[in-house]
């Protein structure tokens, strides 16, 4: 079993960056394609980047183009998520996931296991 806890999250206004971490708990990130989903109130959770587990295939839904880039350090067990240009609308929980694979393709994963989401907060 794979333990997921992320960090970085924050109050920021907007235009600011932020970057997200994700750490493993006593497992390697080796074998799983990683990815982040963020859930705004009152809405449902959506799909975010996912990057592969050996970190050469990035795949992102069309908000984050050109904003968010996923990346991943498998000797460190980590993953991450920088944010530019944040806006109001990019308020949400931001969760770490993981899905086990053994292809290096990646679009939107399917999680088998999930952190407890760090809080993102866009306002003036």
């Known amino acids: 079993q794979v333990q997921l806890a992320e960090s970085g999250g924050g109050s920021v206004q907007p235009g600011d960056s932020l970057t997200l971490s994700c750490a493993s708990v006593?497992?390697?990130?080796?074998?799983?394609?990683m990815g982040w989903f963020r859930q705004a109130p009152g809405m449902e959770r959506e799909f975010v980047a996912a990057i592969s587990w050996k970190g050469l295939s990035t795949y992102y839904t069309d908000f984050a183009k050109g904003r968010f880039t996923i990346s991943r350090d498998n000797a460190k067990n980590a993953v991450y998520l920088r944010m530019v240009n944040l806006r109001p609308e990019d308020t949400a929980v931001y969760y770490c996931?993981?899905?086990?694979?053994?292809?290096?393709?990646?679009?939107?994963?399917?999680?088998?296991?999930w952190g407890q989401g760090t809080q993102v907060t866009v306002s003036s």
């Open positions: 996931a993981a899905e086990f694979t053994a292809r290096e393709e990646v679009g939107i994963i399917r999680p088998d296991y």
């Open positions: 006593g497992r390697t990130f080796g074998s799983y394609a």
